[in-house]
């Protein structure tokens, strides 16, 4: 008598673990991928499968991924700490009896968030490489294109050139400009005329004291003052 092994005899209750599957359009329709946790084998792999979908599986094969050598975290910059690997990923590939094919995907995809996605995907690419020791002799691309632009609107005549100064909105004045311009600002002007006319004052009022004065003796005259 032949003993015929039953399958699916493991329950499962709320597991605690987490299976993905991969999107493996280059795989034929009866073959599927997931990434599995490291201590999950194939017999559990086929109990998943049996229990919870009800699909028959023909084979597994797995495979553990080693991940690439980073560096860790030092001082909030990445790449200059201690050397150390990512825990490794298991991947699985299993035959199916009955084809699985995926579906398509949907057009709208605004649910998602799909353009932060790409822009948190674009600054982080721009932070590594920034990080990077060779980063200090490459061009800056977002200044570079900046200047490359404001450059063609000179050029083209849609745009007129203004000092930093005036682009930022100051209303301050600045004498080096105006004797560029052969001028000198109004508020200078005026200034500069009342301290002319305060020295003038000054003067004539000292000399007035001078002359007032009975310590002053005529040069001219033949009479030295007596002593009291």
Known sequence: MTRVRRLAKKPI???????????????????????????FNKLDMR?????LYNVDIISIRSFVEQQKVTREFR???PGHGPLRRPKSKKRMT??????FV?????????????????RHREYSQEYQEAAQPS???????QEAEAYENQAKELLEGTKAWKP??????????RPALAKLNGGAPKETKEKKEETKETKEEKEASELIDDISSPSV???????QPKNP
Request: a negative charge.
């Open 47 to 51: 109990e998943y499968m049996k229990r």
């Open 102 to 118: 995926w579906p398509e995907a949907p057009e709208d995809r605004s649910a998602w968030q799909p353009d932060q996605f790409y």
């Open 13 to 39: 209750f709320l597991p605690e673990f987490v299976i993905t599957l991969v999107r493996t359009p280059f795989l034929p329709p009866r073959y599927a991928t997931f990434y599995v946790p490291l201590e």
């Open 217 to 223: 003796v005529d040069s001219t005259s033949s009479e």
């Open 135 to 141: 980063a200090a002799a490459k061009p800056v691309k």
């Open 75 to 77: 001082d909030g910059r």
């Open 164 to 173: 930093t100064w005036q682009v930022l909105g100051l209303s301050y004045d």
């Open 94 to 99: 299993i035959e199916m009896k009955e084809p």
